[in-house]
């Protein structure tokens, strides 16, 4: 996005794209802070329907490398990425625990850089919401680590949700700011 950004020529022609994505990005917020529950078990399904096709990608793969060491390598590899697939369905609830922490590291992560590259992006309309992204993003992800592990059956989904509502709500301003230059 922010490569995007840096070519102001085309930006305007581009606005309804990103209201249209501001809009999806609202609609998956509210599912995901109605059924909260159903969003933190899914999200450990999908990552681990990921991991496991992953995981067999890699397991084939290795049977086409030449020499003994990258060989096992990439065939243990494969296997470790089958084996945590496998549990995330056997055991989502134990894996959405694990799944929580990662999030809130990521949600801390992607918030620092909403707000860099809303500071390096002052000269554009609206820049302040997605400030106002990254900033709330970065506490979404510090307050799941304050609350874990106890909130990890239901703050996927909520947090989730959050997230995705500012995120598309930046999105619709600057898409309209953009259609109105």
């Not at 002052?122 to 970065?138: A, D, E, K, Q, V």
């Amino acid at each position: 996005m922010i490569s995007e950004l840096k070519n102001t020529e085309n930006l305007p022609n581009r606005s309804n794209w990103f209201i249209g994505i501001g809009i999806v990005l609202i609609i998956l917020g509210c599912f995901a802070l109605s059924y909260q529950f159903v969003a933190t078990v899914f999200s450990v399904y999908f990552i681990g329907a990921l991991l496991f096709i992953a995981g067999i990608a890699q397991a084939f793969h290795s049977f086409y490398i030449k020499g003994f060491g990258e060989t096992v390598l990439w065939a243990v590899l494969g296997v470790l990425y089958i084996i945590v697939g496998l549990l995330a369905f056997a055991q989502p609830v134990e894996v959405s625990s694990a799944l929580t922490l990662v999030l809130s590291f990521l949600l801390m992560m992607s918030g620092i850089t909403q707000t860099l590259a809303a500071l390096s992006n002052r000269n554009y309309p609206r820049w302040g919401w997605l400030l106002t992204s990254g900033i709330i993003t970065f506490i979404l992800g510090l307050l799941i680590v304050l609350g874990w592990p106890g909130n990890s059956l239901w703050i996927l989904g909520m947090f989730l949700g959050i997230d995705l509502i500012f995120q598309g709500w930046a999105y619709v301003t600057i898409g309209f700011a953009l259609k109105n230059q």
